[in-house]
């Protein structure tokens, strides 16, 4: 049952992705307000996700409002559409996902920012862009972890990735997101966490096999701002880590 379920989901979830993606492509040649246009086609894209998934969002605080720099940890690809749900920005994604075969141009076309977080000289150019889209008006999601976990801690934050925030004094925002299964079903952080040698389809299959899940998304109160990327970064990862429910 439960793969016949996981099967349906996940044609359902390539056709689904197809068609949002073909709309926006063909509109957006007639509509004004692009970046509106291509916010709101994410933002219906991450609604879609959640609906075939069966995913649930439980937020605590307030999401912040564009423009926006937000900090969070990582556990896995879930975490974009569960964060697009209720935050309106674009995010920072590892140069990897640009290769992705037909994901890599469809998020690329969805404003996401990349950045090769193994070439310290790309690490600038990222945050120039960063700082062009928020003057632009838009919110930013950054992963400063640099990888997914099982949620078990929080990694370290690498500084370098807010250089560009503490040489601007930049207000940084933060959330801490985890994830739960309902009871009887498999942990959360074996089925949404995506931190297994596993490729992306074959943890999606296996996402798809649960009958629902919850995302929980504790946002913090008040931006942090420090000249000094390195105690910025601290500072950010130990606030991220008072509002951290463990992954069970």
Known sequence: MKKIRASFRFVVFVVSTLGVYTFWWITRFFIPNKQFWRQYIFWRWARNFALISGMKVEVIGTAPKPPFFLVCNHLGYVDIPALR???????????????????????????MIFIDRKNRRDIPRAGAEIID??????GVMLFPEGTSTKGEEILPFNSSFLEFAAKTDLPVSYAAISYRTSDGEPTASEMVCWWEDISFVDH???LFTLKEFTAIINFGEEPVQNPNRKELACELRERVEEKFIPVL
């Open 133 to 138: 889209k928020l003057s632009r008006g838009e």
């Open 204 to 206: 999606l299959f296996r």
């Open 85 to 111: 749900l209720v935050a309106d920005g674009i995010f920072v994604a590892k140069s990897d996902i640009e290769s992705w075969f037909l994901a890599g141009p469809i998020v690329r076309n969805m404003g």
